[in-house]
């Protein structure tokens, strides 16, 4: 949505990519179909200036999800977020994460903190934002999962 300058296609690749993932919800038997119409969510790359015309809970600096819209970002698709960079992670680790994370809103979890210090973020923890000492994860963790 908006004048995006990304590669739409590549955006849907990369997506797809995470989705397929064992490491990401797949793991927990979530599977996803890529369909032409209809679905049961909506996956959008917006431009930062049109990630609030979803809701006035999305703010221009972050992804987010609304109702059945899972909406990226596309600044921080392009270029991470400063605590996810200053931390020296990848660009690639960074649009897992932001991919499983808003997902995981529509799968219905919230936001979660740091279990304790040098363990693995949940994906569900705002690590866009920081670690609270955990380490940055771009997938959710096996409790996300329900596999523990």
Same mark, same amino acid.
């Given at each position: 949505?908006?004048? /995006? #300058?990304?590669?739409?296609? +590549?955006? @849907?690749?990369? @997506?797809?990519?995470?989705? $397929?993932? &064992?490491?990401?919800?797949?793991?927990?038997?979530?599977?996803?179909?890529? /369909?032409?119409?209809?679905?049961?969510? #909506?996956?959008? =790359?917006? #431009? @930062? $200036?049109? %990630?609030?015309?979803?809701?006035?809970?999305?703010?221009?600096?972050?992804?987010?999800?609304?109702?059945?819209?899972?909406?990226?970002?596309?600044?921080?698709?392009?270029?991470?977020? &400063?605590?996810?960079?200053?931390?020296?992670?990848?660009?690639?680790?960074?649009?897992? !994460? %932001?991919?499983?994370? +808003? %997902?995981?809103?529509? =799968?219905?979890?919230?936001?979660?903190?740091?279990?304790? @210090?040098?363990?693995?973020?949940? /994906? !569900? !923890?705002?690590?866009?934002?920081?670690?609270?000492?955990?380490?940055?994860? &771009?997938? &959710? #963790?096996?409790? +996300?999962?329900?596999?523990?």
């Amino acid at each position: 949505r908006g004048p /995006v #300058t990304a590669s739409v296609k +590549e955006f @849907a690749r990369l @997506a797809q990519q995470t989705f $397929e993932d &064992p490491r990401g919800w797949r793991g927990g038997g979530v599977a996803f179909r890529r /369909v032409a119409k209809g679905g049961s969510f #909506t996956l959008v =790359l917006a #431009t @930062a $200036e049109q %990630v609030p015309s979803f809701s006035s809970q999305c703010s221009s600096q972050w992804s987010c999800r609304v109702g059945r819209f899972v909406v990226i970002n596309q600044t921080r698709w392009r270029h991470a977020s &400063p605590a996810w960079n200053a931390a020296g992670r990848s660009l690639r680790d960074y649009r897992h !994460m %932001v991919v499983n994370h +808003e %997902v995981g809103h529509w =799968l219905g979890l919230g936001h979660s903190g740091c279990p304790g @210090a040098g363990k693995p973020a949940p /994906v !569900m !923890m705002q690590q866009s934002k920081g670690r609270d000492g955990c380490t940055f994860n &771009p997938f &959710p #963790t096996l409790a +996300e999962q329900g596999r523990v």
